[in-house]
């Protein structure tokens, strides 16, 4: 046999190639190009979390006249793409470990284009108000099916080609996301209602923000058409083919593996199976033939056994309470981040931009230059943060850090929430942003993709991720009615309590600054086949 391995151009390896010259933070042409194509869903849930509560108030003037909203529908609408998002979540996470990601990748996008336009195509002119709301909440469920979907799926696309050293910064950047789709979200709506000003004030013609919501909605469109063929035709990771065939137990010790794993990324090329003992060079992947290869059977196992590995690989507590610590922290996580985020309304009035008087355009464009203030001062920043610092400071240091001045903040806000100055307030809420971002809203989503084997990677990182949402859900159908029983204060110090429970639970996780869950996962698959000899 030959000592160098035959290399086939798989069309990945421009993505997978490591310059190990450079900052962690450093991106590639290549690498930019991989991050827009995984990076669009997050845009889209930041975007579309950001428009719904302006959506909401022009739907006011649309079909009520400027009255409120009734509380039921008004939860649901904003609760809908949350609900969908815990079936996508779930769904899209089993799908892409079952069937694998290139089946799987593009099918969410498509979801989210299908759902796009029939919201915008909301007949509001022949439904009942009523009706009208109640059609853009269902298609609203399902749009959240589909970036739903978007979490375990582009966790585990990028994560399946990152190297090590790079890997927390690679997700870090796909989440910053966020931040950007509710920046651009509070600059359309400015814009856009702009161009409405004279229709709605000088001609008043306040029915016409119908059209505002519609673009709003409708912009959504381009991200989503621009990036779908290329989701569509994005090759296998080779790290996934590997791990979907198993792991071969006669292999060399776990210390060469982790050499190996030091050295190469080992999602570059396409490497045809080769003997390590011949080849040196060969990856981490290489190590993954499947034991049955190794035995002269055919390679690869029946899908129909990943349940059973699944169940087997969860049902150990070590595995297990990792688990449990990923969902616990999201779901604790996302009752604060998303309560505090879905009913800006409350904030923008303590800060004088809740849009109270005036003209229906006047208050609706002083709420969208409200938001754009809040977006603009913590919420982008502590992203960037989290991508400077992920790599130094480890992804643990940073949740717990995270939880804990969340916590800080929420405190003062709660205690102080009618005595704070409008300064004093805006540098609070801005500061609790920031330690949001720059703590566990980056962190749940990092974790799931970066402790958990690739075999079981989507599925973990759906579930966890659906348990979040599942806490935003909690949120946006209590928050109103708790605000108005127990006062917003008392709902302030609910969501300080979370992040201190989220503190604790943390405590459950390993750091996985350099870990590898697929050398782990082997080791412990040879002990276990050691210990049953």
């Known amino acids: 046999m030959s000592n160098n391995p035959v290399r086939v151009k798989s069309g990945l390896e421009e993505y997978e190639r490591e310059d190990n010259g450079r900052p962690s933070f450093f991106l590639t042409t290549k690498e930019i190009k991989l991050l827009s194509i995984t990076g669009v869903g997050f845009f889209l849930d930041a975007y579309d979390l950001f428009i719904i509560n302006p959506v909401a108030t022009m739907l ?25 998002s815990v079936v996508g979540q779930f769904a899209f996470g089993y799908a892409a470990d079952y069937f694998g990601r ?59 080609r990152a190297n090590l050293r790079r890997r927390g910064t690679m997700l870090a950047y796909i989440f910053a996301n966020q931040g950007w789709g509710s920046l651009i979200g509070s600059l359309m709506f400015i814009i856009v209602l702009a161009c409405y000003r004279n229709v709605i004030e000088v001609q008043g013609e306040t029915s016409k923000v119908d059209g505002v919501w519609r673009i709003l909605v409708g912009l959504s469109l381009v991200p989503a058409f621009a990036t779908l063929y290329q989701r569509l035709t994005l090759p296998e990771s080779v790290r996934f083919q590997a791990a979907k065939k198993g792991v071969d137990l006669e292999a060399d010790s776990i210390d060469e593996l982790k050499k190996k794993a030091d050295a190469d990324p080992g999602v570059q090329e396409n490497v045809q199976p080769v003997d390590p003992a011949v080849s040196p060079s060969a990856t981490v992947s290489s190590v993954s033939a499947p034991a049955d290869a190794a035995k002269g059977k055919p390679a690869g196992q ?19 309470k990792i688990l449990f610590a990923t969902s616990g922290c999201w779901f604790l996580l996302d009752i604060a981040f998303y309560g505090v985020n879905l009913n800006q309304n409350v904030v923008l009035e303590q800060i004088g931009f809740a849009g109270k008087s ?92 970066e402790v958990f084997p690739t075999r079981f990677r989507a599925s973990a990182h759906g579930m966890s991720a659906a348990c979040g949402k ?64």
């Open 358 to 449: 005036g003209s229906p355009w006047n208050r609706l464009f002083k709420i969208g230059l409200g938001n754009l203030i809040v977006t603009g001062l913590g919420f982008l920043p502590g992203y960037y943060v989290t991508i400077l610092t992920i790599e130094k400071l480890g992804r643990k240091w940073i949740q717990i850090q995270g939880f804990l001045l969340a916590a800080f903040f929420l405190g003062i806000l709660a205690g102080m929430f009618h005595t704070l100055s409008t300064a004093a307030f805006i540098v609070n809420f801005a500061l609790l942003q920031f330690f949001f971002n720059f703590g566990a809203n980056a962190t749940t989503y990092c974790y799931p993709a």
């Open 102 to 160: 290139k089946a799987v990748y593009g099918k969410e996008l498509m979801l989210i284009i299908f759902a796009t336009i029939l919201c915008i195509s909301d007949p509001t002119g022949d439904l009942s108000p009523s009706g009208s709301l109640i059609w853009l909440s269902i298609f609203r469920i399902v749009l959240g099916i589909g970036i739903g979907g978007d979490y375990p799926m582009s966790a585990s696309v990028t994560t399946d």
């Open 302 to 320: 029946p899908k129909s056994a990943y349940f059973r590995e699944y169940a087997a690989y969860f049902s150990e507590w070590r595995h297990f």
């Open 60 to 84: 006011q003037y649309r079909l009520y006249g400027g009255a409120s909203l009734p509380a039921g529908l008004e939860g649901f609408l904003k609760a809908s793409a949350n609900i969908g």
């Open 470 to 533: 599942a806490g935003a859900i909690v949120s946006a159908l209590a928050f109103n009615s708790l605000s108005q029983s127990i006062g917003t204060p008392a709902v302030l110090w609910i969501f300080f309590g979370c992040c201190l429970v989220g503190a604790a639970l943390s405590l459950l996780l390993p750091e996985v600054r350099g870990r590898d869950p697929d050398i782990i996962y082997a080791e412990e698959l040879r002990q276990a086949a050691a210990q049953g000899q």
